[in-house]
Each structure stands twice: as structure tokens, then as C-alpha cells.
């Protein structure tokens, strides 16, 4: 069933629907559902909207602090065109030809282009020949796994491993088979690149999970193919990608309360009746849509009624947290374009400190977005950039806190790192943020800083993230750690997918349609 059936397309009655909070899977919810009638009310604790998709000022200079790039355009369409709107209409995007510019210690440098055969041709100057038509294999490969998984995954209410058998059949062993959901990223790239330097480009994908390329399963290198199809730059930034769906919301009749944290989702009878919050006050609702990790929940955070919406395995750990610096400082030495890759030089040590010694890497690998810079690689105008380094990391940011020594020690060998590599920044602690897993776990409460929700580890583990309707009547689960996953694109399919899941929960209940009513933002 595609998102917005005909089944589902009738909001049902005077219905009143409560999203905890707004990052881009709750907004998501928002638009849908108010877009179809349905009275809604968005309740975000920060005093912004975006969640993850958040912004930080240095120097007077507001510098993206999350996600920095949009794949997937398509799914914000068909969410823009679920409103009556066009996607273009209000945000302006880039396309960059250029995905990334990739370095390595040894002086190697690497390009990787949009278009297959630029990329090729990179590749064939770097490593020869064969990994050149190793990456036009690979790029076939990576298709036809996103042709298996676009439709009967990704745009699916989620399915599990008894439902995909029943719904194929055999067939269901050709469909694993198609995904390569057997192996490992790292292992299923050594059939493709000889170059160990290339084994490690794609295996980063792994990270955009929040995984180890040596643990996920080879059905994440659908991620190169999802890039390769389009990456896009939004000018104001990402966070004005969650701006214009705020308003679009409240355009179709949702109220956006900022600074409005929540303290329980309330019940009766074993089902959600609204929620009540820190203030005091309580807003009554026929369903609730959690946009919040749902660790938050099983943790109690949001209630001890609302603790039995979903039961999470204690064996699936947490993805990867990150230690970042938002930077407003010259670059120099170094060719930057919009977004850039300095590898470690012992890939497997990274991962091995990260998920086996819970520490913060030895010498880590270290992404760098420019954000005024596109592909022609020119500098701003007055020299100065800005930028967002982002450094892998264990997520205990809430039961072992990493000390200030070593967070300084994680800066230093950055700096350390990024200097053997050609790179100049200017570390003065005026000129720089830093942000910790224990910055992130006190931003979202229960991840221990995790910024993907649970990593996907194993063969089944993307069969296995939390549904859009929980296990407790009413109350419905958006967000990276709900199916289909992370990531800007997945999380707002979550939110769709629950705004579905709502919408056709409704129209069980009550056969008229709701009328849409003004809205607001209450943001300083």
C-alpha cells in the first residue's frame, strides 16, 4: 500500500492529533495529517524546530550543526504535494555534481562525481582499471538493491521477517539474496575494489546509519546508490528545510508550540488520551504521534503508560554519537568543496575503539562540510568559512561521560589529523563549538548521544525498528529509531508513515471529515 491510499485519504471526524516533537519526521506527521483535516498540535521541548536538523551561531555566523545534505527529493515532494504545494516553491536547492572529495595520508586524493563515468574515470586515475569497472559493477549492484527495497521497505508500514516469508514465499530467498542481506558492507565491497583505500570510501556508508561497515548488513550500500541519484544543497541551510515545513503546517491549520516540553502521554483503558506537560497543562487528543527516540519511552521519560509502546531488545545497542565543531575560521592548504572526507589510516582500529572500547578513536576519520563552498571549491569572499567537522563516537554520553581531557585529546589528534592531510583551520577556542555525546544525550534524552537510534547490526536488524503503530492504542512512532530507518529522507517517510497509521486508525472510529483550524508558532 502506497503512502495515502484512497483507505486512508478521509480524516474521520473532529479528531484532534498531539505530535511530540518537532524534528523532521514530527513535521513530517504535521503536514500530512493536517493537510487532511485533522486538528493538530505540535509540541516541541527546544526552542526551535528541527531537532537534529539544528543550527549554531560562531561569530555572528548561523552554521548548520546536523544533517547538511538532502537525498531522496522525491519523498519531500510527494510530502509538499500531499499539502497542494511544490517542494520548490519553498526552499531553493542545488544540485551538487561533486558528492565529496575524499583524502587519504599516503597524499591520494579522490573525487567522486554524480555521474557514473567521471567518477569511474577518478577512479581508474587512483587505483586502475579494474576498480574502475569495479565501480560500475558496484553501482549496478547498489541499484538493484534499491530496487528491491524502495517499495516493499522503504515506503511500507514495517514489515517483518514472518511477513515478508508469507508475502513471497520462496520467493522471499531470492529477495535476501537480491539484497545481500547475508554479508557485510566490508565484506561485499571486497568483491568489487582491490584498492583497500576504495573498500574504506564505501564502507563510510555504513556510518550514515550511524553502523560498522564490518557489522551492517551489505543491503546499506543501497546508501552510494541513493547519493549517486542526487544530492542537493538547500540555500539557508537544512534548518530552513524544517522552517518551511513548520509552516507549511500551520498553513494547513497546525499549531507549532516551541519551549512546550512534555511530561506524559496520558491513558485510559490502556489507550493514549493526550498528553500532559511540564507545566501542567494537558492537551486531550484522540491519538498521539512520538517523534522522540523510542528509548525515551521504555525509559519512562514520557510516562510509565506510554513505556509498553514498544519493547526494545537489550542486545541492540546504540548506533554511533559524534563529537562535532562548528567552526567560522580560514581554511587553507586544502581544496575544500561542500563536503569532504579525511580518512584515519587504521579504519578497522576506528571501529574497533568506537563499538568493542567504547572510546573515542585513536586517529579518526574526519568529515568536513564548507558550507559556503560548492563544487568549484572557491572561497568565500572574505576568507572565512564555515564549517562543521564531524568525528565518530561510542554513545555514552549519559552513563560514562567523556572528561574534558579527553575531548581535548579528540580535538587534538582532529587537528592533528586534518594537518598531515593538508588541511589549516584555525583552532582558537573563540573561533569554534564543540559538541559531545553528552551534549546530545542532553538534547535527546536516553540515546547516551546516539544520533541514528539503534544501529543496523546483523542481518534482520532493519526488520526490526519500531512500527508506526505501537503497541499501545493511540499512541503512534516516528523518527530514526522507528522503521524505516535514518536519515533526513527515512525520518520524514516515518512521519508519513504515521500520519498514515493515524489517518486510517481514525477512519475505524468515525466517518465524517475534521475541519482544519488556524495555527500558530510560539517560537522566540
Known amino acids: 500500500m502506497g503512502l495515502f491510499s484512497s483507505r486512508s485519504a478521509r480524516a474521520p471526524g473532529d479528531a484532534h492529533v498531539v505530535v511530540v516533537g518537532a524534528g523532521v519526521g514530527g513535521l513530517a506527521s504535521a503536514v500530512a495529517l493536517a493537510s487532511r483535516g485533522v486538528r493538530v498540535t505540535v509540541l516541541e521541548r527546544a526552542p526551535h524546530v528541527g531537532g537534529k536538523m539544528r543550527r549554531v551561531t560562531v561569530d555572528g555566523r548561523a552554521i548548520d550543526a546536523g544533517p547538511t545534505v538532502l537525498t531522496m527529493r522525491p519523498v519531500f515532494e510527494a510530502l509538499f504535494a500531499s499539502a497542494g504545494e511544490r517542494l520548490e516553491d519553498h526552499v531553493k536547492l542545488r544540485r551538487a555534481e561533486v558528492i565529496a572529495r575524499h583524502a587519504w ?3 591520494a586524493g579522490l573525487d567522486l562525481f554524480s555521474d557514473i563515468e567521471r567518477s569511474a574515470d577518478a577512479i581508474g586515475r587512483l587505483a586502475g582499471a579494474r576498480d574502475a569497472q569495479g565501480y560500475r559493477d558496484f553501482c549496478a549492484y547498489a541499484a538493484r538493491i534499491h530496487g528491491a527495497v524502495e517499495e516493499t521497505f522503504m515506503q511500507s508500514q514495517r514489515p517483518t521477517l514472518a511477513s515478508v516469508i508469507r508475502q513471497q514465499g520462496l520467493g522471499a530467498i531470492s529477495q535476501v539474496a537480491r539484497i545481500d542481506a547475508m554479508r557485510t558492507v566490508w565484506r561485499a565491497l571486497g568483491d568489487f575494489f582491490r584498492d583497500p583505500r576504495l573498500v574504506q ?3 563510510r556508508y555504513a556510518t550514515y546509519c550511524g553502523s560498522s561497515p564490518w557489522r551492517a548488513p551489505a543491503t546499506l550500500n543501497v546508501v552510494a546508490h541513493v547519493e549517486r541519484e ?6 539557508g541551510g537544512m534548518h530552513a528545510l524544517a522552517q518551511s515545513l513548520a509552516k507549511l503546517a500551520e498553513r494547513r491549520g497546525a499549531t507549532v508550540r516551541c519551549e512546550a516540553p512534555v511530561r506524559e502521554v ?6 493514549a488520551t493526550g498528553v500532559t506537560l511540564e507545566s501542567g497543562e494537558h492537551l486531550a487528543a484522540d491519538a498521539v504521534v512520538m517523534n522522540a527516540d523510542t528509548a525515551a519511552l521504555t525509559d519512562g521519560r514520557f510516562g510509565e503508560g506510554a513505556r509498553a ?7 541492540e545497542g546504540r548506533s554511533l554519537s559524534a563529537v562535532t565543531y562548528c567552526m567560522a575560521t580560514r581554511a587553507q592548504g586544502f581544496e575544500l568543496v561542500r563536503h569532504n572526507v579525511f580518512f584515519s589510516s587504521d579504519y578497522a582500529r576506528e571501529f574497533e575503539d568506537i563499538f568493542d572500547r567504547d572510546e573515542l578513536p585513536t586517529e579518526p576519520t574526519v568529515y568536513v562540510c564548507a558550507q559556503d563552498r560548492d563544487d568549484t571549491a572557491r572561497a568565500p569572499d572574505d ?5 562543521l567537522l564531524i568525528v565518530n563516537a561510542p554513545a ?5 561521560p567523556f572528561t574534558p581531557s579527553e575531548i581535548d585529546a579528540c580535538t587534538q589528534r582532529t587537528q592533528t589529523l586534518l594537518s598531515r592531510l593538508g588541511l589549516s583551520l584555525d583552532w582558537t577556542p573563540s573561533r569554534f563549538i564543540t559538541t559531545t555525546p553528552t551534549d546530545f544525550e542532553r538534547m535527546f534524552p536516553s540515546t547516551g548521544g546516539a544520533l541514528y537510534g539503534p544501529p543496523s547490526h546483523g542481518m534482520t536488524s532493519p526488520l526490526y525498528r519500531a512500527p ?9 512512532l516516528a523518527g530514526g529509531s522507528a522503521h524505516p530507518g535514518a536519515g533526513v529522507p527515512m525520518v520524514a517517510r516515518s512521519g508519513m508513515l504515521a500520519a498514515e497509521s493515524v489517518l486510517a486508525s481514525l477512519a475505524s472510529t468515525a466517518p465524517s471529515r475534521a475541519a482544519a483550524t488556524p495555527g500558530g508558532t510560539s517560537t522566540p
Open 201 to 203: 570510501l564505501f564502507g
Open 230 to 235: 542526487g544530492v542537493w544543497t538547500v540555500d
Open 266 to 271: 496520558t491513558l485510559r483503558g490502556g489507550r
Open 309 to 315: 509502546a514498544w519493547t526494545r531488545s537489550p542486545s
Open 396 to 400: 555514552r554520553g549519559d552513563r560514562r
Open 383 to 387: 576568507g572565512v568559512d564555515r564549517l
Open 105 to 107: 595520508g599516503d597524499g
Open 468 to 476: 508506526a503503530r505501537s503497541k499501545v492504542p493511540g499512541i503512534f
